[in-house]
Each structure stands twice: as structure tokens, then as C-alpha cells.
């Protein structure tokens, strides 16, 4: 089925541990993201990626970085994972109008002990 | 610093009743949308609303922006077990380039 494709589904590192959280996209969107979600918080971006070859900053990307691999993969990569950084991850991509909405991966679920 | 906030956080009613649930903000939106999220999965589009004063229905489901852009509802008639989730709203700041989402609303629909 076309969409958002998202590997692992479920993860536990210890503190310091690295790991690289994969996406890829089969809807010829330009646009992917990377967001986290934790409880009562919704859901915050980290960074996303316009189009193929260019990454920006969200609201909480310290300790992460990008990779926009080509137009359909877009990577997030937690170099010495922390506690802070348990949560459910989502990678989505969207069309240029955002009008149409994101689509969502079915997401990671991150574990730091 | 959240941008939307939703109320309530938690809503747990008997199948077929009504319920509201709100999405506020101090600021301005061009547009909002309003996501709905199964565990397990990621959140999918329910509608993207544009035009202040906005009402769009989607079945039992009717969605409204604010004359002033800043808030918005979802109300939804004669609830079902299949509307249980969390439901999200996001709006756009005139940034164009992404959507600050809400706090989010929990639903439970009890059979």
C-alpha cells in the first residue's frame, strides 16, 4: 500500500547508545518530517526536510540530525540517546500545499533506559 | 511554548451521546485541521478548514473555525465505539511551511 513506511517499530537503547530511526515515502512528496509525540504534549517537530538536499530545525531538535537520503528516505539519527529522548517518533511527508495534509507513518516507539 | 491547546483532555461517553471538543489559541491560524489517531498508528486528516467562520461536516462529524481564526470545534453527533481515539488539532501560522499541533483530545466511546 502507498504511504509512509517507518522501521523499527519498537526500540530500547541504553543511555549513550546511538541508533538511526528509518523513513521512506512512496508518494513522490517533496516534503518529510520528523516529529515526536509525548503524552499531553501532541505532537512537536523536530526536523523536516522541503525538498530532496535540504534539512531545517524544528521546535526541539537538539539531540537529534537528519539525513534526506534522496526524495523517498528521510533518517533520524539520536547519536547518545537520553532518558528525555523515550517517546513515539512519526515520520510523515506532505505535499508542497499543505493544505492536503500530512501523511503519517505508523511510528517508533523509543525506549531509553 | 504550546500554540493550541484542547479541551477536554479526556473524554469517555456512552455510545450515542453528543460531545464538543475545542481547540484554542492566542494566536492566528490561516488554516486548521483536525487529525484522528488509533493506537498504535499515526494520525490521519480528518479536514483542513480555511475561511474564519468556516463550518465543513463530515457525517456525524461537524467541524467549525473560529470567526477570528484563533480556535476551533469538533463536535460529534450520536457517538460511536469506531470514534474512539485521539483526536488532534493543528493549525498553521502563516509560516506555510508546517503545522503546530494541539495537546490533543482522548476518546473513549463505550459500547
Known amino acids: 500500500n502507498a504511504g509512509v513506511t517507518q522501521t523499527p517499530k519498537f526500540q530500547v537503547l541504553k543511555t549513550g547508545q546511538s541508533m538511526t530511526l528509518q523513513c521512506a515515502q512512496d508518494m513522490n512528496h517533496n516534503s518529510m518530517y520528523w516529529y515526536r509525540q509525548d503524552p499531553g504534549m501532541g505532537l512537536r517537530l523536530i526536523y523536516y526536510?522541503?525538498?530532496?538536499?535540504?534539512?531545517d530545525k524544528g521546535e526541539v531538535p537538539n539531540g537529534y540530525n537528519v539525513s534526506r537520503l534522496n526524495k523517498r528516505e528521510f533518517s533520524l539519527r539520536l547519536e547518545s540517546a537520553a532518558p528525555s529522548q523515550t517517546s513515539v517518533y512519526f515520520c510523515a511527508s506532505s505535499r508542497d500545499d499543505l493544505g492536503y495534509g500530512y501523511t503519517f507513518g505508523s511510528g517508533t516507539r523509543l525506549t531509553v533506559v | 511554548t504550546q500554540l493550541l491547546e484542547q479541551s477536554p483532555q479526556f473524554l469517555s461517553i456512552q455510545e450515542g451521546e453528543n460531545l464538543t471538543v475545542y481547540c484554542n489559541s492566542s494566536?492566528?491560524?490561516?488554516?486548521l485541521q483536525w487529525y484522528r489517531q488509533e493506537p498504535g498508528e499515526g494520525p490521519v486528516l480528518l479536514v483542513t478548514v480555511v475561511t474564519g467562520g468556516e463550518v465543513k461536516k463530515l457525517k456525524r462529524l461537524t467541524f467549525q473555525f473560529g470567526d477570528a481564526r484563533k480556535d476551533s470545534s469538533l463536535h460529534i453527533t450520536a457517538a460511536q465505539p469506531g470514534d474512539t481515539g485521539l483526536y488532534l488539532c493543528a493549525g498553521d501560522p502563516n509560516t506555510g511551511n508546517q503545522f503546530y499541533f494541539g495537546t490533543g483530545t482522548s476518546l473513549t466511546v463505550i459500547p
Open positions: 494566536s492566528v491560524f490561516s488554516s
Open positions: 526536510s522541503a525538498s530532496e538536499g535540504t534539512t
